[in-house]
């Protein structure tokens, strides 16, 4: 769960900048590689924590999260430029 509300809050600041779809999509991409980082950081951790022990499904599951939570940003945008388009005539 932590790794949705990370993946949401990546898309959020790289959306707030006027970019081109081109720069956005890098900047997505960019984002998902710092999202899977951090996962593979927080299993890496895990060897240094006394009964715990790394799994790649929670690197899997990490990764997901994030995935999702950028989707679900871009979902978000989409439907409030349906209900609030930006040019009112």
Do not use: C
């Given at each position: ?12 600041k ?5 970019y ?24 890496i ?45």
């Amino acid at each position: 769960m932590p790794f949705f509300f990370i993946g949401f809050v990546l898309e959020i600041k790289s959306f707030s900048y006027n970019y081109s779809v081109t720069q956005k999509i890098k900047l997505s991409l960019k984002n998902l590689l710092l999202s899977l980082a951090l996962v593979l950081i927080a299993e890496i951790g895990q060897f240094f924590i006394v009964h715990r022990s790394p799994d790649l499904m929670d690197v899997f599951y990490g990764f997901l999260g994030s995935v999702l939570g950028a989707f679900v940003f871009y979902l978000f945008n989409f439907f409030k430029a349906l209900v609030w388009p930006k040019n009112k005539k």
